[in-house]
Antibody, heavy 122, light 112 residues
Framework: EVQLLESGGGMVQPGGSLRLSCAGSGFTFSKYSMTWVRQTPGKGLDWVSDISGSGGRTYYADSVKGRFTISRDNSKNTLYLHMDSLRVEDTAVYYC???????????????WGQGTLVTVSS | QSVLTQPPSVSGAPGQRVTISCTGTSSDIGAGNDVHWYQQVPGTAPRLLIHTNKNRPSGVPDRFSASKSDISASLAITGLQAEDEADYYC????????????FGTGTRVTVL
C-alpha cells in the first residue's frame, strides 16, 4: 500500500525558516517524480514545487522561487521542502504527492499525504 | 502560472446528474495536455478521481465520468449520492515557460 507521511509543519514568524519532510513507502520511491502542493485554508490547490525521480531536475512556482528548496533522499525514501524567508501568505496546508506515471513528472498525482499545516504569523 | 476556471458550486438532489466544467487556455488544456480530476472531502487530502481525461482508477465508482475537448474538460456525476458532497478540482499541465502543474479553482458539490 502506498503511503506518504508529511511532517515538520508548525508556526513560524515572518522571515523564518521551516523544513517539511515526506516519507514514502509502498512503492519504488526513486522511480517517481514528487510534488509539493499547498492549500490556503478555505481556498484551492496550488502547485509549489516538484522534483524528478533522480533529484536532478527541480521546478518552482514563481511565488516561492528563490525562497524554497525541494530535495529528496532516495536512500531514505524521503522528500523535503526547505522554506526560507517565510511570508504570511505562505500559510497553508502543504501536501506531498506522487506522480502517477513517471520520474519526470507532469502527469496525474495519484497518491497524496495527509498534509501538514504551516502557519506564518507574528 | 495560470489557473483553470471552474464554477464555484453545483448542487443536485440524490439520484440526479451534475456536471462540472473546467476551462483552460492554449497553454494548458488547449496545448493537448491531459486533464485529471480530484475529489476532496473537507478536512481530508485530495484523492485522484479521474486520470488522463477519462480514466477511473481502481475503486472509483462508475457514476463518475469525464471528457475533454479543445480548451475545456468536464466531470459528470450520475446518480448523485450523499457521499459525493465534496470539492472537486481539475488539473492539467502548463506548457508555458515556467509552468508545471496547474489546478482548477475548485467546485463544491452539494447534495440537496
Amino acid at each position: 500500500e502506498v503511503q506518504l507521511l508529511e511532517s515538520g509543519g508548525g508556526m513560524v514568524q515572518p522571515g523564518g525558516s521551516l523544513r517539511l519532510s515526506c516519507a514514502g513507502s509502498g512503492f519504488t520511491f526513486s522511480k517517481y517524480s514528487m510534488t509539493w502542493v499547498r492549500q490556503t485554508p478555505g481556498k484551492g490547490l496550488d502547485w509549489v514545487s516538484d522534483i524528478s525521480g533522480s533529484g536532478g531536475r527541480t521546478y518552482y512556482a514563481d511565488s516561492v522561487k528563490g525562497r524554497f528548496t525541494i530535495s529528496r533522499d532516495n536512500s531514505k525514501n524521503t522528500l523535503y521542502l526547505h522554506m526560507d524567508s517565510l511570508r504570511v501568505e505562505d500559510t497553508a496546508v502543504y501536501y506531498c504527492a506522487k506522480d502517477g506515471i513517471s520520474s519526470s513528472g507532469g502527469y496525474e498525482l495519484d497518491y497524496w499525504g495527509q498534509g501538514t499545516l504551516v502557519t506564518v504569523s507574528s | 502560472q495560470s489557473v483553470l476556471t471552474q464554477p464555484p458550486s453545483v448542487s443536485g438532489a440524490p439520484g440526479q446528474r451534475v456536471t462540472i466544467s473546467c476551462t483552460g487556455t492554449s497553454s494548458d488544456i488547449g496545448a493537448g495536455n491531459d486533464v485529471h480530476w480530484y475529489q476532496q472531502v473537507p478536512g481530508t487530502a485530495p484523492r485522484l478521481l479521474i486520470h488522463t481525461n477519462k480514466n477511473r482508477p481502481s475503486g472509483v465508482p462508475d457514476r463518475f465520468s469525464a471528457s475533454k475537448s479543445d480548451i475545456s474538460a468536464s466531470l459528470a456525476i450520475t446518480g448523485l449520492q450523499a457521499e459525493d458532497e465534496a470539492d472537486y478540482y481539475c488539473q492539467s499541465y502548463d506548457s508555458s515557460l515556467g509552468g508545471r502543474y496547474v489546478f482548477g479553482t475548485g467546485t463544491r458539490v452539494t447534495v440537496l
